[in-house]
């Protein structure tokens, strides 16, 4: 199974910082990730597709970014409904989720 | 709109059988795939499998390939998870959602004796 590690587990930051969130595979998974959102009880939300996709509707502040194994989520200007937990997810084999980032305001 | 519907919570006892329910609206049901993530309480998303909605065949990730059924309802446009002798282990929200981002509300269930 291919592992994904995110990090850091824990994300404080500032109204206005920008952000970036990071996950790491234990094998290439050749762009195949998407990032999610997911706000304290409700469903995840799908940010970014096949890497630096936007999904349709979510704000132009969140981009996504990597190749092989390392990937990233940037939030260009941090906005207090940013606060979420942030998992990415790889698709290339046997599909997986990272243990997620908790994202809070400073 | 397009949207995923689940039915409602569910309390169990060990060794009980439940079916969540996942109907789909506002698109051809059959044009995209339909996943099942499981959330333990305060726990991380888990991949459960998913269910191609064209032909009705079920792939499940390794921890779920025992008592656990996927199924679909295709003329009613419903998918179903069906977790057969469940444990305390099983209580969390069971999340639908297809392969073009949307995803159900959850359904928590409770597994309790």
């Known amino acids: 199974d291919i592992q994904m590690t995110q990090s850091p587990s824990l994300l404080s930051a500032s109204v206005g910082d920008r952000v970036t969130l990071n996950c790491k595979a234990s094998q290439n998974i050749n762009k195949n990730l998407n990032w999610y959102q997911q706000k304290l009880g409700e469903a995840p939300k799908l940010l970014i597709y096949y890497t630096n996709n936007l999904q349709t509707g979510i704000p132009s502040r969140f981009s996504g970014s990597g190749s092989g194994t390392d990937y990233t989520l940037t939030i260009s200007s941090l906005q207090p409904e940013d606060v979420a937990t942030y998992y990415c997810y790889q698709y290339n084999s046997g599909p997986t989720f990272g243990a997620g980032t908790k994202l809070e305001l400073k | 709109q397009i949207q995923l519907v689940q039915s409602g919570p569910e309390l169990k006892k060990p060794g009980e059988s439940l079916k969540i329910s996942c109907k789909a609206s506002g698109y051809t049901f059959t044009d995209y795939a339909m996943q099942w993530v499981k959330q333990a309480p305060g726990k991380g998303l888990q991949y459960m499998g998913w269910i191609n909605t064209q032909t009705g065949k079920p792939t499940y990730a390794d921890d779920f390939k025992e008592r656990f059924v996927f199924s679909l309802e295709t003329s009613a446009s419903t998918a179903y998870l069906q977790i057969n002798n469940l444990k305390n282990e099983d209580t969390a929200t069971y999340f639908c959602?297809?392969?073009?981002?949307?995803w159900g509300q959850g359904v928590m269930v409770t597994v309790s004796s």
């Open positions: 959602a297809n392969t073009m981002g949307i």
